[in-house]
């Protein structure tokens, strides 16, 4: 049995560690257990090149809409502006798109290891991230600071030693969209094999969460599906460290995985910090020595759950403020101008309407 006094606080951070996060390497093997997903790789150096391009526009073709033929006389100093931009159009990425939008009836996309999520505003407000065209996919990329994440080798292989010469092939994720209840999506954190703490992921204050008996309910719900669905998976052998998104159903019983997460200080560990998780693990592993000894001699006794942390008032210090979520990535600095006291929704629609007219000629 390993010492948890002297082990570190995260397991050895290598590419290959790195690699097996992202969702074209997990996804596989948790199909069954998770969103329908379709995954499109590898993409086009000129798909990552539109990524990395300045400005928030969408590429040719990509609208569900006709695009207008005439520029007014205002409009065509904005036309010249436009033709110094280069010029991309994705036609066999956008049928793709198209397809999976037939599929499953709306999507919303993510790269390797990241979500749009902080782009969500962008769209419209009672349907966050639920993308029905390629434009709706290429405007919430394009307005997104954490995919960025995914087009730097640097911050791929942040804190590993030996970081590859080359960037890992992009790949674009299209997950069935569905209205998720953020009053049920965990966090869970595994180290050595033991599921040692369980977050709240929304910042909100939920009454129903601060319940004795529901709050025993979800850490057994969740010890009981990790054991039986996720623990064994030969994808983790050689990986006994991670965290997981879940998402739980209605009656707390069941859940679907979210994603998956290196166990690492890029991973925000929420309600948490990385030095109580550790602590935890040492507790946990004293309690489950103690219980194979009460065993042993033929006592009853019974097994330690994970640690359950929810929000318990609207005065927890993580408690949500007024302020929406992501706001220091909500609006591209060349759109302050427009803002002009507008609520977001109003914004949201002016902002979409200037992406529009910045592609028509």
Known sequence: MFSPQA???????????????QFSSWYPHFSDLSIKSTIIRPLSQEFRDYLEADGVFVPEGSEDVPAESTLSDDEADDADDENERPTFAFPELDTRIRDCVKEYGAVF???NFSSAKDASWILPASSPLKCTSPADVYMLLKSSDFITHDLSIESVFDGCEDVPPSPCDLELVLRKWYPVDKSRELRCFVRHNVLVGISQRDNNYYEFLNEPTTYKAIASAVQGYWEEKIRNSKHWESTPDYTFDFLLTRDLSRGHILDFNPYAPRTDPLLFTYEELSE??????????????????????????PELRVIDSWAHPAATSNAPAYQHNMVPFEALSLCNGRDIEEFAEIWKEELRNSMTE
């Open 7 to 21: 082990t570190s606080l995260f397991p050895p951070q290598t590419p290959s560690y790195i690699l097996s996060f």
């Open 109 to 111: 996309p993510k790269l």
């Open 280 to 305: 935890l693990l040492d507790a946990r592993t004293r309690a489950d020595t103690s219980l194979a000894s009460l065993q042993q001699n033929g006592e009853h006794a019974t097994s330690r759950l």
